[in-house]
């Protein structure tokens, strides 16, 4: 018989990338007494990666659980940046409802609409959470106007429409139910969820059936599958088959062997579980995203959504310039080969292929953030390597014909910026779909562009605003490929002679453009220093010494002085790399260069190509 658990309300966190979603659920964990009184919480706790902590972005989902009056309340912290908009459609299969954070000054943006779409479409409940009250350009009214309007444009049921409007501030740890009310916890909050979120039903008489929405992984448990518990009870030492809804031959049979439940930021082990509980399944090597855990006698597969197919790839090879092996740890293709199928453990969005070469890898993902993300993570580990620049991923229709990603980018800029934006947008085939202004001055520029038409603009565009701009791109789908583009419209700095730079080598170098290195720093032939001013490349000795002479030099000698290099970091040097070049990533350095290194032959292979 189909019963609702009362006592448990499964929910979601979804909002646009830096609308406040992890720093709103430290506060509900604060203040449902996950923490003792003398507890020292570091701030966004949920973002437990080094590089989630620096950037201030949430990578992976992560589960949580918190009880108030009595109903236990698991939640998961979805990330908001479109690269990592996968883990947000897989763990919307393990909730009831969702609480959707807007910023109360930006409103309504590209991935609030990607999100509550998939919110809607599995018909989910909503409660809207206006955010930043607190901001002293916050326009609360507004917004609120702005996500009925959206809600309207998605189609949303006259229930989703008569959705909940919480106004709060998750920095000062307050909520009310009205924009003129000061709050003074997040009481608000916690009731709407409990009101109007629906408690998870099943049948707890029935064949078991789990489906996993999420991958863990731990050095120690191996894979760990977590998802909601649909129908039935699952036990400890319980026989189970796992069948996929789209694999129909899979029918494995497992042993659960270890059975958590989410308690605060902890895992605690349970022997049991039943319907609406979030559980965590660990001792099943071979357990994947879209899986379902069912009894033996009824083994019925739970339908799932497949998972985004990546629009975006780059070449992982081993590191074979002249300075290699030096810097890293793991440096041979079994050591790039073996973490890179690693990966795949945790991150179902990402895909690796062998190629032809033992040496080299494609790696496939949603957008350059995601493979950055995994390429820094590399290098911190000790892993040596090289990567090409990313490139797209093309498809073709029914007819034959050549299909490529587009992207929907829309750019809040001050108003007199517009005009450079609008001309190198539409210089790299996009789109101007529509143009209001914000307030403030400012700005919003929507464009339908090519994926690869973003690729290697984001340094050019905080340029070109002196960074008062900000823009956000989200996947649209895949459209008729535009014709050939250039990605650079300067040319490199090449080195021509091996060795080590020094300042006079590096005086001449710098009336040719902007230079990313200095003296002292390890040189080699095809290496590159600098991006020069003019679209060609230039090959330039900066090894070079002064000639010196028996003439002792007088007062008008000009002083040798260098302006200070530009160092580029790992995303500006994806950025800036051209298809004939590499980035070679060491725990130390990162270093640009040609992927043929010898002049000689670069000419050659440039003269065969335009034959």
Same mark, same amino acid.
């Given at each position: 018989m189909i019963t609702k658990r009362e006592d448990v309300r499964n929910i979601a966190i979804i909002a646009h990338v830096d609308h406040g979603k992890t720093t709103l659920v430290d506060e509900l964990l604060k203040q449902s007494?996950?923490?003792?009184?003398?507890?020292?919480?570091?701030?966004r706790v949920m973002d437990s990666g080094d590089i989630e902590r620096e950037r201030g972005i949430t990578i992976l989902s992560k589960n949580t659980a918190i009880t108030y009056k009595d109903v236990k309340i698991n939640?998961?912290?979805?990330?908001?940046?479109?690269?990592?908009?996968?883990?947000? !459609?897989?763990?919307l299969k393990m909730v009831n409802g969702v609480v959707l954070v807007v910023d109360a000054f930006?409103?309504?943006?590209?991935?609030? +609409?990607f999100v509550l779409s998939k919110a809607l479409a599995l018909d989910l409940n909503v409660?809207?959470?206006?955010?930043?009250?607190?901001?002293?350009?916050?326009?609360?009214?507004?917004?609120?106007?702005?996500?009925?309007?959206?809600?309207?444009?998605?189609?949303a049921s006259d229930e989703q429409l008569d959705c909940p409007f919480i106004f709060a501030s998750a920095k000062q740890g307050i909520a009310s139910n009205s924009a003129d009310e000061p709050g003074t916890d997040m009481?608000?909050?916690?009731?709407?969820?409990?009101? *109007?979120?629906?408690?998870?039903?099943?049948?707890?008489?029935?064949?078991?059936?789990?489906?996993?929405?999420? %991958?863990? *992984?731990n050095e120690y448990l191996g894979r760990i599958g977590i998802g909601k518990i649909d129908n039935g009870t699952i036990n400890v030492n319980q026989d189970a088959v796992i069948v996929n809804h789209h694999n129909p031959d899979k029918c494995d049979k497992v042993k659960i062997s270890t059975l958590y439940e989410f308690d605060g930021l902890d895992k605690a082990e349970v022997k049991s579980a039943t319907i609406g509980s979030i559980v965590a399944i660990s001792g099943i090597s071979d357990i994947h995203i879209g899986d379902t855990i069912c009894a033996p006698e009824n083994p019925k597969a739970i339908p799932f959504q497949k998972i985004s197919e990546p629009t975006i790839s780059m070449d992982f090879m081993v590191n074979d310039s002249p300075l290699a092996g030096r810097e890293g740890k793991f440096v041979t293709s079994r050591h790039l080969r073996e973490r890179l199928f690693k990966e795949l453990n945790s991150d179902v969005s990402l895909r690796v292929e062998e190629t032809e070469s033992t040496d080299c890898f494609k790696v496939s993902g949603r957008g350059e953030l995601h493979l950055s993300v995994l390429i820094e993570n590399m290098r911190r580990e000790g892993y040596e390597f090289a990567v090409s620049k990313a490139e797209v991923l093309y498809k073709t229709d029914e007819r034959g014909k050549k299909q490529e990603p587009f992207e929907r980018? *829309?750019?809040? /800029?001050?108003?007199?910026?517009?005009?450079?934006?609008?001309?190198?947008?539409?210089?790299?085939?996009?789109?101007?779909?529509?143009?209001t202004t914000i307030g403030g001055g400012a700005t919003r520029l929507e464009f339908l562009i090519p994926s690869r038409g973003l690729i290697g603009y984001r340094g050019e565009f905080m340029t070109d605003t002196k960074g008062n701009g900000v823009i956000n791109t989200v996947f649209d789908g895949y459209g008729p490929y535009k014709g050939d583009m250039d990605y650079r419209s300067q040319?490199?700095?090449?080195?021509?002679?091996?060795?080590?730079?020094?300042?006079?080598?590096?005086? %001449?170098?710098?009336?040719?453009?902007?230079?990313?290195?200095?003296?002292?720093?390890? /040189?080699?032939?095809?290496?590159? /220093?600098?991006?020069?001013?003019?679209?060609?490349?230039?090959?330039?000795?900066?090894c070079k010494t002064k000639h010196l002479s028996n003439t002792r030099s007088n007062s008008s000698d000009e002083a040798t002085?260098?302006?200070?290099?530009?160092?580029?970091?790992?995303? !500006?040097?994806?950025?800036?790399?051209?298809?004939?070049?590499?980035?070679?990533?060491?725990?130390?350095?990162?270093?640009?260069?040609?992927?043929?290194?010898?002049?000689?032959?670069?000419?050659?292979? +440039?003269?065969?190509?335009n034959a």
């Open positions: 007494g996950v923490f003792r009184d003398n507890e020292a919480v570091s701030e939640i998961v912290d979805t990330p908001g940046h479109a690269d990592f908009g996968g883990e947000v !459609e897989r763990v930006e409103g309504v943006m590209p991935q609030t +609409k409660i809207v959470c206006i955010n930043k009250i607190d901001r002293p350009e916050a326009r609360p009214d507004d917004v609120v106007d702005e996500v009925l309007e959206l809600l309207m444009d998605l189609d009481t608000p909050l916690f009731d709407a969820i409990v009101k *109007y979120i629906d408690a998870p039903e099943g049948d707890p008489d029935e064949n078991l059936q789990v489906l996993i929405s999420t %991958i863990d *992984y980018a *829309y750019v809040d /800029v001050p108003e007199e910026f517009s005009g450079a934006v609008i001309q190198k947008l539409t210089s790299r085939k996009g789109d101007l779909l529509g143009m040319g490199s700095i090449i080195a021509f002679e091996a060795g080590e730079a020094v300042t006079y080598g590096l005086f %001449i170098a710098q009336d040719r453009g902007t230079l990313f290195i200095e003296p002292g720093e390890k /040189v080699y032939t095809g290496m590159i /220093v600098g991006q020069c001013g003019k679209t060609e490349d230039v090959e330039i000795n900066v002085r260098l302006v200070p290099p530009k160092r580029l970091s790992l995303e !500006e040097a994806l950025e800036f790399i051209d298809t004939d070049e590499l980035l070679e990533i060491t725990p130390e350095n990162l270093r640009i260069r040609k992927k043929i290194l010898d002049s000689t032959q670069r000419f050659r292979a +440039k003269r065969n190509n």
